[in-house]
């Protein structure tokens, strides 16, 4: 019986732990995915660091790799593509139930309490395969993959999956971005620099991006951010406040996107955000509790605020389109890439703040 | 030359001083009213009590009232309905400068801040007669007077002035209401009222009011509350998300209408919205500084938030609309009238919450 | 073997045939209905007569029934409610395929042209039970089912299923009515007063309802039409523009609902529309070619036009809630009742606008 | 007294004829402007043939020019930009009246039917300098006049005039594009190049153009077209549906823009949209009666379709913004130019599609 290697989380801060597992048999509707890169997110490194985590958990939500075997039954990606073993594909960390209040009523499925994840849930029962970071993936029935058209399309689908697809979703809910607007980015990391290529690709008039550390906000000059503010200097809220007061007649900016997950970053979204504008909370997505927030600044300047949470396949598959042909200066955005055994530096790296995007590289 | 009275503020928590003014000649496109009646807002009160409202200042900014003079020039109301001396009208206390980024780019008029107000600025040049308390109020040309249809309409017309028309901008802002939505109203005073009378019309499935003290309570009933909470007797904002939670079966309402302006309100409203629903912020019109609010459920639970201040002529037209042939129990609505002499008393019956709504009543 | 009845339509405008078939044994996630009511659709007659309708087909696609019997697996409704043998439920006539780019990346599942029907495709085929005039039908897995609550929501769900669930759908793509809209509904069949129905329920402020014949407008009167306009009377389209004109005070309806399917109605539909409304087109639901419809007025007059065909199971759900306590003339809509044997007779009744909703009752 | 020259229309078909005007005084708020540029539009070639047109009448609603004189009062442009004599200003053709049904409830301006217009209707009385072909214009206050930043800046805005402030608002109109979105431009004349400019800045994902002749087609791929259907070459529509169709893996655009004015261009333009795309229909603004136009398929396919009429000064101002800082080939679309006394070669020259855009180029 074949078999794969994984890096397991088996405690708090703890080096990844390689282990060996055997290839399941599929069952009708499953896939079995060889993995070729999974990105090493932020919320890999929240986990690792969290003695709350469950273990033995395999990480990886973020994931590209190729079809090795499909159970019985229909043979289509989640937008319809047909699919064959030897298919690239890319897929998330997350699928709906399908069924519930929020999934069938409320058509929010990604807000969905009941679905299944894969590298965010312990691994503790068979098939065990549950996270990119392994050599295989084992997916339930319509699990969400998409297929990707090309190898040259493999970066930019992890891309996609990473953090434009999540952008793309966002700016559904916000009602989209209109040409000539000036967009203000919170957030530097691969959801923010995600959402900086969105918006200009939506035509934004002006980009300024607020964020740290400094080779970033520089990679965010290279994808097109006209100003950047970097907090290590303007350390306290209210300067940054007044930098994009300066920078913005004295207005705010048209859009405001919150993806840093920074514990002053939403009162400070809603000072930056003009009159009449729009406020996107992405970011938040770990419940630090209360913060403190000004709502009278919502009622006054009549703002409008949406959350978005994680996306959809169809999501995944705008943003593989919106990203095909633009000029990407990939290599400045994959700045570090890990083997199994090195997944731990891989996490201890993101947490540093070396990288921009660093992935785990199976082959 | 004639001559009107006026109930004047001299400073904070002292006795309105009743003071007689020369009533003005108009310029082109000027308005004078002979005041009917003119709401006591919870604002009036606030400003009564504030050390820094500057003096004198007459109070009213929801009147009603009959042109007594018209300048030269075009005779038409806000909504192009042509007027005439001795009509009947109704206006708020807002005129948008209609020249700066808010009103002209922003599209938000009602933000704008360099606008004319009736009733919340000080009367210390002439003409004087800046607020509805007084007999008479001289207007601007263009000041947003709405004509009042017919005389049986008059406490239609109050009631759009006083709340309806800011629910009918909110719904605008929210993008509407959906029959059959679950609609939780926070606040029962006479905007968290109105608030319930347009969701009632909008075809709100559910009504679920939160508010105090028990005889607003009541007339909410009456007005077609299906449920409410007293928030008297549920004191704990988690007991009153818990009871909310019980009553929508563990999911939150799809609409939460925020009307108290309470400390807490908005982030118990975001607690009681359901995952992927609508939370119109209107009742934030203090700023009181920051609230412990918690963001991360924005994003979670991928909630649309919208601000909405006042409103402009269209929207009180909208108002009247929705009011003219509604069965309301208007008697139970309009409980306190106090003469030019009384206003004191008037305010001092609002602090109280004794009434529901009360007025100035002039002839 | 348990057998069961159907009458089966054997060729155009012959008289349907009263079969027998075998119930079938059901695969993992099927399920067997045993009919109560199935509504007589105008659809059904328009097949009834058409040569190319293929034979043999059962009727029947707005359906109410009793759960027979469940196939293995999960036992939820489409709405996450579970389910068992015995509950009251209804459905329609489509599942749609789930996996085609409309399904999935357009998000317009009632338009795949990939699903499943029942009632209005041959039965020629095991398990043959596919249309609501046969005493039981056979449904596939994730059929669409809902719920109903209760045998006193029975009628309220056919209403539901029957017309109300079309309008739901249809008033989500329009953007919703604003509380006070004045609406216009060409056609007064069941789908013309299921807007009409929720035209109420939503705020409309006045409704007119162009349609024929009398008795039919003598319903829409008691279901709350302000005015009517019957088209036997005002045969030309001029006219009827002329008197809706006239209603409107020279512009038209905020919102125009066609509802006809009639072969000048589309042009003056937007006629009849406001500078700036909405024109909703539910009722164009054959292919007749082209109309004669002029173009410049949709540009000069700036409308939003927008299409909608059928519903998915949450506007169902949706439908069923905003009718459950509104008090309705029941009897006045349901004037007409068949058996199984007199199935013909229902369609010719239908065809000659004798009733207003008509009914195959299987007991 | 100083005086100024203008080609003026004397009937239909007639050379303009060059008469010269007194430069009139000005009243508080009106406004002088000397003329740089006006655009030869199409509308003036119908003009210039249609015996209806009222003579005698001076051309040009597309207009560039210099603030020669300010009336007394309020010193701003449209949207709140201190203006001076000698600034650079562009304008339009229209001034809504501001006060009519349509202007102030239903929020169409652009649609309004009273205001004033420049350059479409008689200069027979004083003071007669009513359109952009003369040297001079007076305009009546608030007329709609947006500053221009810099003399760089003159080409973009006469861009933003001539056809992308249409298109700004017509996305308004139609709810944005979304980036990635397939966008289908019918028409190559300047409007639909706007269209073409608009949704590159907007994202689309690929943009097809229907047009001719090749030499605008030609231009359009300059602009970013990514294909090309020569209306000279494929001369059914049917042909035309079916390329695009197979240009579209067989599902049709997601947007499609009507900028042709064709009378069969709608009913093209609905075959031409995917199930749920959006239609916008911009260019039939000319009354020409019904065409044949299939609204079934606006209901099966559930397209929404919006009309959309001119534009406003802040649409104007956005249109500005959207260009100011794009890389156009400026060269290209300004083909032609012509004085005062060449105004006839002008509309020749535009009447037989030789041009791209031709001017009347005042200095």
């Known amino acids: 019986m074949a078999k794969c290697r994984a890096p397991v989380f088996v405690g708090a801060d703890k080096r990844l732990e390689v282990r060996e597992y055997d290839l399941p048999d599929l ?6 995915v060889k993995m ?3 990105g090493i ?5 929240h986990m690792w660091h969290n003695p709350k985590t ?5 990480f990886g939500h973020e994931n590209v790799g190729v079809i090795a075997e499909l159970g019985e039954g229909k043979k289509l990606d989640a937008v319809g593509q047909e699919i064959n073993e030897g298919d690239l594909v890319v897929f998330g960390g997350f699928v709906p139930c399908g069924s519930c209040y929020t999934c069938t009523i409320a058509k929010e499925p990604t807000s969905c309490r009941k679905g299944i994840t894969y590298g965010t849930t312990s691994n ?5 395969l549950r996270g990119g970071y392994a050599e295989y993936v084992h997916l339930v029935p319509n699990a969400g993959i998409v297929k990707i058209p090309s190898e040259r399309q493999v970066k930019k689908a992890l891309l996609a999956v990473i953090g434009n697809r999540t952008i793309v979703h966002g700016f559904e809910k916000i009602g989209g971005l209109q040409a000539g607007d000036t967009v203000l980015v919170q957030g530097s990391g691969p959801i923010g620099l995600a959402a900086l290529i969105q918006s200009k690709l ?4 002006r980009i300024i991006m607020v964020g740290a550390p400094e080779s970033r906000l520089k990679v965010a000059k290279d994808l097109g951010a006209d100003q950047v503010v970097n907090i290590e200097e303007a350390k306290a809220p209210d300067d940054r406040v007044r930098l994009v007061n300066d920078l913005t007649e004295g207005r705010g900016a048209d859009v405001v996107i919150e993806a840093s997950g920074g514990s002053t970053a939403v009162e400070e979204g809603i000072m930056m955000t003009r009159i009449g504008g729009k406020y996107l909370i992405i ?20 703002l409008r605020v949406a959350g978005s949470w994680a996306a959809m396949p169809h999501h995944l598959f705008r943003a593989m389109q919106t990203l095909r042909d633009l000029e990407i200066p990939l290599d400045k955005l994959f700045t570090h890439r890990f083997r199994v055994e090195e997944a731990t530096e891989g996490l201890e790296t993101v947490d540093s703040l070396q990288s921009i995007i660093a992935v785990i ?3």
């Open 283 to 302: 970011g938040q997505a770990t419940d630090y509790g209360p913060r403190a927030i000004n709502p009278y600044n919502i009622t006054r300047k009549q």
């Open 54 to 58: 469950p273990a033995p958990m395999i």
């Open 41 to 45: 997110c932020g919320t890999d490194v």
């Open 202 to 205: 939506s035509g934004a008039g």
């Open 361 to 363: 590289q199976h082959k």
């Open 36 to 38: 070729m890169t999974a």
């Open 124 to 128: 503790n029962t068979p098939p065990y």
């Open 27 to 32: 069952k009708a509707g499953e896939v079995l």
